[in-house]
């Protein structure tokens, strides 16, 4: 999936998506690059959440893309993807 980027939007939608995956299920999401390493209580929390739904499991959640792998259709944002497996 790729939710909206504008603030933190694209973690309620995570979350809701979440709620759609059936066990044994995984969520994959192109998120910007704050997902994984940005300091705020929001950002920090949402990880903490990712890791529980994720069977406890933090590595591997993240992948980091190549810097700007959208420039070419204008979006300019560092990116990361999130996997879970339910």
Same mark, same amino acid.
């Not at 979350?15 to 044994?24: E, I, N, Q, T």
């Not at 998120?31 to 990880?47: D, M, N, Q, W, Y």
């Not at 204008?74 to 999130?82: A, C, E, H, K, W």
């Given at each position: ?25 995984? $969520? ?15 950002? $920090?929390?949402?990880? *903490?959440?990712?890791? *529980? ?34």
């Amino acid at each position: 999936m790729n939710p909206p980027f504008y603030g933190t939007h694209w973690m309620d939608h995570i979350r809701h998506a979440w709620g759609f995956v059936k066990d044994g299920g995984r $969520l994959v999401a192109v998120l910007p690059v704050g997902a994984s390493i940005a300091e705020t209580p929001k950002h $920090l929390a949402f990880r *903490r959440w990712a890791e *529980r739904v994720n069977g406890g499991r933090a590595w591997g959640m993240f992948t980091d893309l190549p810097p700007e792998s959208f420039a070419e259709c204008g979006t300019r944002i560092n990116t990361v993807i999130l996997s879970l497996r339910k």
